[in-house]
């Protein structure tokens, strides 16, 4: 009995403690601010209504509109443009051997000279048309120069399958080398972090390049997106504000061989300059960061995308040490360490720390008493020598 009852206490523990759990996440969903960018810079946006013309634009940019196709969707037309040509000028093939009568079932004479050779029905006409396409020539079956018809059938699907072939192998080709690819070795740290760096005030993100190739000509530059409204009344959902990231070195043409921690400095012009650390998790906005560069192996550009919403900005930590020397004269970036984040001593808002600076040198100019007046005070002495 006592066994029983301490295993019915567990269960029920168990299970409140699941409910527990349970219950918080579905909170923490319910809280969660929905994102225009991912953290792995996917796009979160949906067209809605677009009119039947502008989907035409679409086909008309169809060498873009193949790029941009997943790849299930660009191997299926790779095949089906393959297959279907094949399949219809070997029906093409078959007519024209139809027609001038070459096929067994018309008992040719032996003096007969087909338009094609060994032509015996439609399977054979799909393997010629294979054969023409994609300029294998067995030799078994070839033209004759009996029909002008198949002269002309022969050039024009030649012709053809050199386009078919230069834009389906050029699509593959520009979608495996796409700079898009190089943008996932770029990593941006999970958290922003705010805390005091050179005296001031500053929100801190880590940013690391995974490859030792180079980005060429990097910059970085960030967007505040949240909802105003506007003196006339107008809510905008999406307004966008400039945030100006640096690095030590300045923000253009970086160094980016070792991890990088680009700031940004909490001025009087700053959007986070009326926020503090209780008021933060409370705002609903969202930083976008983007990074842009050139590929030092291909020199074609790309952009790294990543955002940052209110739950993800720490106030009062800063980012811990990544980057050692070896034994053997090498430095070491310890990745284990890239995200993780050190509590310090921070200010409470950034009006605070600017009013502290303030009374500091209000106090070394001696502007703490206004009404204090010097004055100079002859001294006399009575004694005699």
């Not at 873009?64 to 299926?76: A, G, P, Q």
């Not at 958290?191 to 910059?219: D, E, F, Y």
Request: net charge positive; with cysteine; glycine share 6%.
């Amino acid at each position: 009995i006592l066994f029983f009852v301490q295993t019915t206490f567990l269960i029920e523990g168990m299970f409140k403690y699941f409910q527990k759990r349970f219950t918080s996440h579905l909170t923490e969903c319910s809280r969660r601010r929905a994102r225009l960018v991912s953290k792995d810079g996917r796009c979160n946006i949906e067209f809605g209504n677009v009119e039947e013309q502008s989907r035409f634009v679409f086909l008309v940019d169809i060498w873009t509109t193949v790029l941009d196709l997943k790849w299930r969707y660009k191997m299926t037309i790779f095949i089906s443009a393959f297959l279907g040509s094949w399949f219809l000028f070997g029906l093409l093939w078959y007519v024209v051997a139809y027609v001038h009568n070459d096929l067994p079932e018309f008992s040719p004479s032996i003096n007969h000279t087909p338009c094609v050779e060994n032509i015996n029905g439609l399977t054979s006409a799909f393997l010629f048309s294979l054969e023409t396409q994609v300029t294998i020539g067995y030799g078994f079956r070839c033209v004759t120069e009996q029909c002008a018809t198949a002269i002309f059938l022969l050039i024009f699907q030649s012709i053809l399958g050199v386009i078919i072939n230069s834009f389906m192998c050029g699509a593959i080709l520009a979608k495996i080398s796409r700079s898009k690819k190089r943008a996932k070795t770029i990593t941006f740290s999970n958290n922003a972090v705010i805390s005091k760096r050179g005296g001031k005030l500053c929100l801190l993100i880590r940013v690391a390049n995974l490859r030792k190739s180079l980005l060429i000509g990097s910059h970085i530059y960030g967007k505040l997106l949240k909802t105003t409204i506007t003196p006339e009344g107008e809510t905008i959902i999406l307004d966008q504000v400039n945030i100006e990231f640096v690095v030590d070195a300045g923000n253009e043409n970086l160094f980016f061989i070792s991890p990088l921690t680009i700031y940004h400095i909490i001025d009087k012009s700053s959007p986070f300059f009326h926020m503090s650390v209780e008021t933060i998790h409370q705002q609903d906005f969202e930083l976008v960061v983007f990074l842009d560069g050139t590929v030092e192996a291909t020199s074609a550009t790309c952009q790294v995308r990543t955002s940052y919403i209110p739950e993800e900005v720490l106030w009062g930590y800063r980012f811990a040490p990544i980057v050692s020397k070896t034994k053997e004269r090498k430095y070491r970036v310890d990745f284990h360490n890239f995200s993780k984040t050190v509590e310090v001593e921070t200010p409470h808002c950034a009006f605070c720390l600017y009013n502290e600076k303030d009374a500091k040198a209000k106090a070394k100019r001696g502007y703490d008493n206004p009404g204090f007046i010097l004055s100079e005070v002859n001294e006399t002495s009575d004694t005699k020598m």
